[in-house]
């Protein structure tokens, strides 16, 4: 009886401790996540960073903090924590891409810190691997890397969203969502999925934006039946309209100047001709 009472007193400690030890944690992680999810840009740097000091404590680092492998330890060390910290880290991606991919944000804006910290949340939330991410990464997709990479490893999860930017009137934006749009059904590779790429090749062949144009085009050249798209080609080499100015002809093609697009269409047909396989 004697040593019942004694386990019990031993095990009744133990949780007092614990729960000691997890207030003051609850407390810091409730704490950082308001200010991350504040309005002010700066507040949300400095409480992100606070973040991740929490996430990287314990063995010191010998090399670059590994963001992923930290956060899983963390996660698994506080369970309880994992969510709040994951949908705080989710929110300050939100509200980064408002400020860094706002329409109305003048040049100069923000310092080379500002964006090192935005590039730092994206490396972050990617490596969360949580599809409540899916929708704050294809806000964050023109800023390549690791969101475009993370948002094609959630294939057709992440589809839609992606087809949704490519209403974004930033020309950017717009290339960066039909790029991914193409890897994303490339990936799915069935026949509706083949079907929707030449869809919309044909509908961004002639967008107005130069650099859609370009990946539209440079689509036609990983298309099975792309032989049949050799009039199209033709007719864009010679047409498209953008120029780029102090800028020679690459290929010869044009005489007064360079023209992306038809040097694009150019390079496809001889692709085609030479039986050359798609580039990336």
């Excluded at 959630?154 to 992606?162: N, W």
């Amino acid at each position: 009886m004697r040593f019942v009472l004694c386990l019990c007193s031993a095990l009744i400690l133990s949780m007092q401790v614990t729960a000691q030890e997890s207030a003051p944690l609850d407390s810091k992680v409730n704490a950082i996540v308001d200010r991350m999810n504040g309005n002010d840009l700066h507040t949300r740097e400095a409480a992100f960073n606070d973040m991740m000091a929490l996430v990287h404590e314990g063995p010191k680092q010998t090399t670059e903090p590994d963001h992923a492998a930290d956060l899983a330890r963390f996660f698994k060390e506080h369970p309880e924590q994992a969510d709040r910290t994951k949908l705080g880290l989710i929110q300050l991606l939100k509200a980064d891409n408002a400020d860094f991919q706002g329409e109305n944000t003048p040049p100069g804006t923000y310092t080379g810190g500002d964006m090192e910290h935005y590039a730092e949340v994206v490396h972050v939330v990617s490596s969360l691997k949580d599809e409540r991410a899916i929708p704050v990464l294809v806000n964050a997709m023109a800023t390549g890397g690791m969101a475009q990479q993370s948002i094609f490893q959630y294939g057709d999860k992440a589809l839609a969203p992606v087809l949704e930017q490519l209403k974004s009137p930033d020309p950017l934006v717009q290339a960066s969502a039909l790029r991914m749009s193409f890897a994303l059904l490339a990936k799915r590779g069935d026949p509706a999925a083949r079907a929707q790429i030449r869809e919309l090749i044909l509908s961004y062949v002639k967008a107005p934006s130069g650099a859609s144009r370009r990946i539209a085009v440079q689509e036609i050249g990983c298309l099975d039946d792309r032989q049949n798209f050799v009039p199209l080609l033709q007719e864009i080499a010679k047409t498209d309209p953008q120029k780029l100015s102090n800028k020679p002809a690459l290929d010869g093609g044009d005489a007064d100047g360079f023209y992306p697009v038809r040097y694009d269409a150019r390079r496809v047909l001889r692709d085609i001709q030479n039986k050359e396989g798609c580039r990336p």
